[in-house]
């Protein structure tokens, strides 16, 4: 968040030809001291908020293609990545730090309301579904817990939507929300009966056999 800040830049209302520091007003930016600051910045986001996540996310996708994910060197080494989940799932974390990277990005640049609710949909969807339908960590109640945290989120945005206005998109929200919930809470149920959840794919196929039975 610190690097975000830091290249946070407004114009100066009282002079176009210049950007203030939005988060010190009486520093103009990329001058003085904010140049030095701003290339760090720009070198740390290049790096570290940008390149490691995606060389590291294509160099393991390979490694996990040769199945070699749980070599002893993979492990020392990446093993943070994906310790504790499953194969099928070992990208997860990825998704994780997306919407960790949202998060901040919404705190610093103060996105317009409507960018919010609809970037917020779509992870909270995206984050949801994955976690219930694939059942990532090997843990169950770690699962469970991060289910817990997807329908919270839901929550919060059935609430902010509605402190604006009871409009469509409120109701439309509310339903997504209300649809997730049913579907989490199945999976818990699944959980709690010690059965696993069939895919959507062996539902649809039981579906269509039972259709062509009949």
Same mark, same amino acid.
């Given at each position: 968040?610190?690097?975000?800040?830091?290249?946070? =830049?407004?114009?100066? @209302?009282?002079?176009? %030809?210049?950007?203030?520091?939005?988060?010190?007003?009486?520093?103009? =930016?990329? &001058?003085?001291?904010?140049?030095?600051? %701003?290339?760090? $910045? *720009?070198?740390?986001? $290049?790096?570290?908020?940008?390149?490691? @996540?995606?060389?590291?996310?294509?160099?393991?996708?390979?490694?996990?293609?040769?199945?070699?994910?749980?070599?002893?060197?993979?492990?020392?080494?990446?093993?943070?990545?994906?310790?504790? +989940? &499953?194969? &099928?799932? *070992?990208?997860?974390?990825?998704?994780?730090?997306?919407?960790?990277?949202?998060? %901040?990005?919404?705190?610093?640049?103060?996105?317009?309301?409507?960018?919010?609710?609809?970037?917020?949909?779509?992870?909270?969807?995206?984050?949801?579904?994955?976690?219930?339908?694939?059942? @990532?960590?090997?843990?169950?109640?770690?699962?469970?817990?991060?289910?817990? $945290?997807?329908?919270?989120?839901?929550?919060?945005?059935?609430?902010?939507?509605?402190?604006?206005?009871?409009?469509?998109?409120?109701?439309?929200?509310?339903?997504?929300?209300?649809?997730?919930?049913?579907? %989490?809470?199945?999976?818990?149920?699944?959980?709690?009966?010690? /059965?696993?959840? @069939?895919?959507?794919?062996?539902? *649809?196929? #039981? +579906? /269509?056999? #039972?259709?062509?039975?009949?």
């Amino acid at each position: 968040m610190r690097t975000l800040q830091t290249l946070n =830049c407004v114009e100066d @209302p009282n002079n176009s %030809a210049r950007t203030l520091l939005q988060v010190e007003l009486s520093r103009v =930016c990329y &001058k003085d001291e904010h140049l030095g600051a %701003a290339i760090v $910045a *720009w070198i740390v986001l $290049a790096l570290f908020v940008v390149g490691y @996540p995606i060389t590291s996310f294509f160099f393991l996708l390979r490694v996990q293609r040769g199945k070699h994910l749980h070599d002893a060197k993979y492990i020392e080494k990446f093993g943070f990545l994906y310790r504790g +989940i &499953k194969e &099928k799932a *070992w990208w997860f974390r990825y998704i994780t730090f997306i919407m960790n990277i949202n998060v %901040a990005v919404q705190t610093v640049f103060k996105l317009e309301v409507t960018y919010q609710i609809l970037i917020n949909i779509v992870l909270f969807l995206g984050n949801l579904a994955i976690v219930v339908l694939m059942w @990532p960590y090997f843990n169950r109640y770690t699962n469970i817990l991060f289910t817990a $945290a997807g329908l919270a989120r839901g929550a919060y945005l059935v609430v902010m939507v509605g402190l604006i206005s009871r409009s469509v998109v409120f109701y439309v929200v509310l339903a997504v929300v209300v649809v997730s919930f049913i579907g %989490a809470l199945t999976r818990v149920l699944f959980f709690i009966m010690n /059965r696993e959840l @069939p895919s959507p794919i062996v539902l *649809w196929g #039981r +579906i /269509r056999g #039972r259709n062509n039975r009949i």
